[in-house]
């Protein structure tokens, strides 16, 4: 199978992911999927309390935010807090972008029929496991500690909110899953890719190596919470 330059594998990425957008329906599935996973396995918790995904009202909505993520005690009407977020932008796009990547690599077709929704799949499973671990931190940040005292979770509780609302995290996993299962050095010709950089660096920053010399010898050694419906 011919390689294919990295400029060509870029304008098809450009286009997939493009064709995918357009696919109607994308947003209300992936809303209506994140909730019924969601609350299927944390509607119910060991320690009495529960999570809840449901649409916001016009009240809580934010921009294009289409979830809110509920926690709950047992017994209480009230939330404890609250989380607002846009699982269209959170899982959609990682998925469809890691679809782009895959579909563009070139590949042979009994391999594309594994590789393509195998890493969907798990990336798919890896989102519900970041709500189920993002909630767990703001559950336990939750508790009340004795005064005088550190909570573990209140110290994690920064740090669990800047991952959740960076697409780095989400995006990154997207590319090891892409380069796990697509195996993209098969199928790309980076060569394109040398030349441009020799020619913007410049012949003297980018020399090709010299070849060894005889009897020398070579050596080769990468969301805010919201408590009790207010905003932090």
Excluded: C
């Amino acid at each position: 199978m011919p390689r294919k330059p990295v400029p060509t594998f870029l304008l098809h990425v450009a286009f997939f992911v493009t064709l995918i957008a357009f696919i109607p329906g994308t947003r209300e599935v992936t809303q209506h999927a994140v909730h019924a996973v969601g609350n299927a396995i944390l509607g119910s918790l060991s320690d009495g309390r529960s999570v809840r995904f449901e649409p916001p009202d016009a009240e809580t909505r934010r921009g294009r935010a289409d979830t809110n993520m509920l926690g709950r005690t047992k017994g209480m009407l009230k939330y404890d807090w609250r989380v607002t977020f846009s699982s269209y932008r959170r899982l959609f796009w990682p998925l469809a972008t890691l679809a782009a990547l895959i579909l563009a690599t070139p590949m042979p077709r009994r391999r594309l029929a594994w590789a393509l929704p195998v890493p969907l799949a798990v990336f798919f499973v890896f989102f519900i496991f970041e709500l189920v671990a993002f909630a767990t931190v703001v559950n336990g940040a939750r508790q009340p500690i004795p005064a005088g005292e550190s909570s573990l979770w209140r110290d994690l509780l920064p740090i669990a909110e800047a991952m959740f609302n960076s697409p780095i995290t989400n995006f990154s996993v997207t590319f090891l899953l892409w380069a796990a299962f697509a195996a993209p050095t098969r199928g790309l010709d980076t060569e394109s890719v040398e030349v441009m950089l020799r020619r913007l660096l410049g012949p003297g920053r980018a020399a090709p190596a010299q070849p060894a010399s005889e009897g020398s010898e070579l050596q080769s050694d990468v969301a805010s919470t919201d408590p009790e419906g207010s905003e932090r």
